[in-house]
């Protein structure tokens, strides 16, 4: 059983309103967008708004980026911005995307649907289409479709470790109406700034949102429903299993969902599946709330050089990974490969990978 704890004397806010939430989270100025981008990182080419869905929605666009002179196909890092499901947009997440894209993958940062005119259903579609469109498209980008990792903050974490879970759980897909066309082997990790993966703090006492959010997530805000059990579908955390790809977790004691993140990082390793952490203690005044996308932080920087060795490291070119191979083959096997021509390849590989 996880432990209970008194929230509020981790995060200084109890209960807040889905209203005053909102309220928190649209405190950037209008032109915070504009000078986002005005500062943007000019090794990276952007392709802005593309319209993932077709109806022109602003909800349904995306970017793509793709560093310069890339060489050969790069890994796909798919980007959900946060905002408590309620609000948020991709573009003040711009310069994060691109600092990625510096890494040597191709990152496309998505919008998607928002409460409270949308649900978590809606949510999980519109992911869901995201990956329909990477897989089908990314490769005019440079990107290789069958090296994809989810990530997000905040809202945005959750719901990419819970697109992550639903190409595991065919019984979560159904819950949210998706059909994933992904293969799951493609998906080879998972990335998590200040994410909620464990709905079930959202149970305990003086925890910093109010159960008015998990209500609002769900159809006709709950009504006639188990809270505890609808929560089970909404928590990632409750499908793991030894498939699940490797993860990345970055949080601080400054961090809201802080508790849940541990619990998340408990969850992982209790079912032996690879996990990376990156927390900072409370003396960190630089590590609040989604801390990552401001990039002037150094602790931002330590996040971006750690996420990028992770993406490395999960998703390797396959020309490496096959000199990988070779470089620990016993010599016989060598041997018997040479008779049979395949060596004959062999050096044509090994020096691309170094």
């Known amino acids: 059983m996880r432990n209970t704890r008194n929230s509020a004397k981790e995060t200084g806010l109890s209960r807040v309103p889905v209203w005053a939430w909102r309220a928190l989270m649209l405190r950037l100025p209008e032109n915070a967008a504009s000078r986002t981008r005005a500062t943007s990182i000019d090794a990276v080419e952007y392709h ?16 793509v980026m793709v560093p310069h002179d890339a060489q050969g196909s790069l890994p796909v890092y798919i980007y959900f911005h946060g905002g408590g499901w309620t609000s948020g947009d991709k573009a003040p997440l711009t310069r994060y ?27 999980m579609q519109d992911g869901n289409h995201v990956l329909d469109w990477v897989v089908s498209t990314i490769a005019d980008f440079g990107g290789d479709p069958s090296r994809i990792v989810l990530g997000g903050d905040s809202a945005g974490g959750h719901i990419a470790a819970l697109l992550t879970a639903s190409a595991f759980h065919p019984e979560l897909a159904k819950h949210y109406g998706i059909e994933p066309h992904v293969d799951r082997t493609n998906l080879l990790g998972l990335v998590q700034h200040c994410s909620i993966a464990d709905f079930s703090v959202m149970f305990e006492r003086g925890f910093v949102l109010s159960l008015n959010f998990l209500r609002m997530l769900l159809p006709e805000n709950g009504r006639g429903l188990h809270l505890r059990s609808a929560a089970r579908f909404m928590s990632p955390i409750e499908w793991l299993d030894s498939g699940f790809p490797p993860v990345f977790i970055t949080t601080s004691e400054r961090d809201y969902f802080y508790r849940a993140n541990l619990n998340f990082i408990a969850a992982l390793r209790n079912k032996a599946i690879s996990v990376d952490t990156l927390i900072y203690a409370r003396n960190r005044v630089n590590t609040r709330h989604t801390w990552q996308q401001e990039s002037k932080h150094p602790e931002s920087q330590e996040v971006y050089r750690r996420l990028g060795d992770f993406v490395r490291r999960v998703a390797p070119r396959p020309v490496a990974a096959v000199a990988a191979v070779v470089a620990v083959l016993p010599a016989l096997v060598v041997e018997k490969l040479a008779s049979s021509g395949v060596a004959t390849v062999l050096p044509r590989l090994v020096p691309r990978t170094l």
């Open 48 to 63: 802005l708004d593309i319209d993932y869905a077709g109806d022109g929605k602003r909800g349904h666009r995306l970017d």
């Open 97 to 123: 995307c691109a600092s990625q894209a510096l890494e040597g993958m191709v990152v496309v940062n998505a919008n998607y649907r928002m409460a409270p005119g949308a649900q978590l259903s809606h949510m």
